[in-house]
């Protein structure tokens, strides 16, 4: 796996949204607002990520 890049929130005081949005080069706007549902990746790997299929594609572009 990939490091990401920042600190680790404390668990007490996570942002809002998805968790890794503070420190995720793709994080948009979207990202803060709701936490992401999980959603299937390949055929045995979940993500809560809104971009993942993006991402992976190679779609997504670097938000930061």
């Given at each position: 796996l990939a490091t990401i890049k920042g600190m680790v929130p404390s668990p007490t005081d996570f942002p809002s949204g998805c968790r890794f949005a503070p420190r995720c080069r793709y994080a948009i706007a979207a990202c803060?607002?709701?936490?992401?549902?999980?959603?299937?990746?390949?055929?045995?790997?979940?993500?809560?990520?809104?971009?993942?299929?993006?991402?992976?594609?190679g779609a997504a572009r670097r938000a930061r």
């Amino acid at each position: 796996l990939a490091t990401i890049k920042g600190m680790v929130p404390s668990p007490t005081d996570f942002p809002s949204g998805c968790r890794f949005a503070p420190r995720c080069r793709y994080a948009i706007a979207a990202c803060t607002t709701a936490t992401p549902p999980l959603a299937p990746v390949g055929k045995s790997r979940l993500v809560r990520c809104i971009r993942a299929k993006d991402v992976a594609s190679g779609a997504a572009r670097r938000a930061r």
